[in-house]
């Protein structure tokens, strides 16, 4: 999957064509949710229920609350939340699976205007979390 931004428009790419080629399609104004299994899917729990509850926050929230409440949300454990850490032993011993990243974007109608943070660790370490819209611009 790859998301890309400019001031004019959002993309989505995936490779879920024929034979995987790669599709493109423009990504409307709204709260967007991208998962493991694509963006805005209906059939990912995760995607279903963040993407209820960053619509609700969207209608009553400033900007700082948004993002903070946001990097919650997406620290948030337990069934249809996105923050997972299991230990799994599939012979060979045991490995930690789970999520490794998280993101989120404010669009605004300039990328200069827009902000980005993500969290390179774990989304529950709140301590990870950086603001990198500095990226947005290079």
């Known amino acids: 999957s790859l998301l890309a931004v400019d001031d004019a428009r959002m993309l989505y790419a995936e490779n879920s ?3 995987d080629a790669v599709v493109v399609r423009d990504v409307e104004p709204g709260v967007h ?3 493991n299994f694509g963006l805005d899917n209906h059939n990912d729990d995760v995607v279903r229920t963040v ?3 960053a619509r609700a926050l ?3 929230s400033d900007e700082a609350s948004l993002v903070a409440s946001l990097q919650e949300l997406l620290g948030r454990h337990g069934v249809g939340w996105p923050c997972v850490h299991l230990t799994v032993d599939l012979g060979g011993g045991p490995r ?3 999520t490794r ?3 989120v974007l404010v669009r605004r109608s300039s990328l200069a205007d827009s902000r980005f943070f993500e969290n390179a660790g774990a989304p ?3 301590e990870t979390w950086r603001d990198r819209t500095s990226l947005l611009t290079g």
Do not use: K, N
Request: charged share 10%; no cysteine.
């Open 51 to 53: 993407g209820a509850a």
């Open 17 to 19: 064509g024929e034979r």
């Open 101 to 103: 990243s998280a993101g």
């Open 58 to 60: 969207v209608a009553t």
């Open 124 to 126: 529950h370490q709140a």
């Open 96 to 98: 930690a699976y789970g």
């Open 33 to 35: 949710v991208l998962g």
